[in-house]
């Protein structure tokens, strides 16, 4: 979470009109929270929820946000498809 913050907050900056405040993005990020990021176990948890709350059985997703290094996109790519996909499946 602390890592991903200054991609995050540099991506808002112009809706803040400067840097995104740290509380607004732990809020975001909470399981009540609009934002899907974490642990695979976390984005599980999360998109399950929302099936759960809406019935929803499609999410679309923006993995490379704020200008992360290309590694870090593709391995959130890879988590997305290794171990997300698959446990969603099941449940």
């Known amino acids: 979470m602390a890592a991903f913050y ?6 808002l900056r112009p809706l803040f ?7 607004t993005y732990r809020a975001w990020w909470s399981p009540l929270g609009s934002f899907v990021a974490g642990s695979a176990q976390q984005v599980v948890d999360k998109l399950a ?3 759960a709350a809406t019935g ?6 923006q993995i ?3 200008a ?4 870090q996109v ?3 790519i890879e ?3 290794k171990k997300v996909a698959p446990a969603l499946r099941q449940l």
Not at 6 to 11: K, M, Q, R, V
Not at 56 to 61: K, M, N, T
């Open 6 to 11: 200054p991609y995050y907050s540099a991506y």
């Open 17 to 23: 009109n400067g840097q995104m405040r740290e509380a």
């Open 49 to 51: 929820a929302l099936h």
């Open 56 to 61: 929803c059985s499609l999410f679309a997703g």
């Open 64 to 66: 490379d946000i704020g």
């Open 68 to 71: 992360q290094p290309f590694a």
């Open 74 to 76: 593709m391995r959130g």
């Open 79 to 81: 988590l997305m498809a």
